[in-house]
């Protein structure tokens, strides 16, 4: 696609349930960041992934969050047993390769209440 | 550790006048600087990159920035806002599979 799209775009979710956040980034790029930003902040990173292997995972908050990418080409983001916490905009982005500019989605705005 | 200092939480100026956002890193190799612009709801768009050679560097929008390597500085400017330009900027460093962002600035535009 021309851009790279995320869905959806909104989610509430109760407190304890689960919740999939999907991400489809740009055809060919190999590269592939999760990142959250809570209202009135900067965004932080969760996760990478380089095709199909995460490289990266340093970011996310606990054990209840994973994320996928099986293909190389789409990914989801997983969070189980969501909390009041993650209550955030979680943003994808993918680039071409290492050290090349990233591009971002808009974005999943998730609510727990 | 790498970090991006934004110390502008936000800034007002009038339409038709010039525009500095700064922006800070602390990184110790030669640094991949960007800034991106988000308008309310929606994801980060990138506005300009800096990677290497000309330290003075365009984008989109009529925006420019300096990447000053004595100072660790990659200032934002535009000579004259548009209303348009209201929005939060972010200033981003990558080192390899990451982007460090600053906590960014928000600009507004008074007619």
């Known amino acids: 696609g021309a851009g790279v799209s995320q869905s959806p775009r909104y989610k509430v979710a109760k407190r304890g349930q689960d919740v999939a956040l999907r991400c489809d980034p740009i055809s060919g790029h190999v590269s592939l960041f999760w990142y959250q930003q809570a209202l009135g902040q900067g965004p932080e990173f969760l996760t990478y992934?380089?095709?199909?292997?995460?490289?990266?995972k340093s970011g996310l908050p606990s054990d209840r969050f994973f994320a996928e990418r099986p293909e190389g080409s789409v990914s989801t983001l997983k969070i189980q047993r969501t909390q009041q916490e993650d209550s955030a905009v979680y943003l994808c982005?993918?680039?071409?390769?290492?050290?090349?500019?990233?591009?971002f989605g808009q974005g999943t705005r998730l609510t727990v209440v | 550790a790498q970090s991006v200092t934004q110390p502008d939480i936000h800034i007002t100026v009038s339409e038709g006048a010039s525009l500095e956002l700064r922006c800070n890193y602390s990184y110790g190799a030669t640094p991949y600087l960007f800034w991106y612009v988000q308008s309310p709801g929606q994801g980060l768009q990138l506005l300009l990159k800096?990677?290497?050679?000309?330290?003075l560097v365009q984008g989109i929008k009529g925006f420019e920035a300096e990447f000053k390597r004595s100072q660790s500085s990659f200032n934002l400017r535009k000579p004259s806002v548009h209303w348009s330009d209201a929005a939060e900027y972010f200033c981003?460093?990558?080192?390899?599979?990451?982007?460090?962002f600053g906590t960014g600035t928000s600009l507004t535009v008074i007619p």
């Open positions: 800096y990677f290497s050679g000309d330290t």
């Open positions: 992934f380089q095709n199909e292997a995460q490289l990266d």
């Open positions: 982005a993918s680039s071409v390769g290492v050290n090349t500019e990233a591009f």
């Open positions: 981003a460093v990558r080192t390899g599979n990451q982007f460090y």
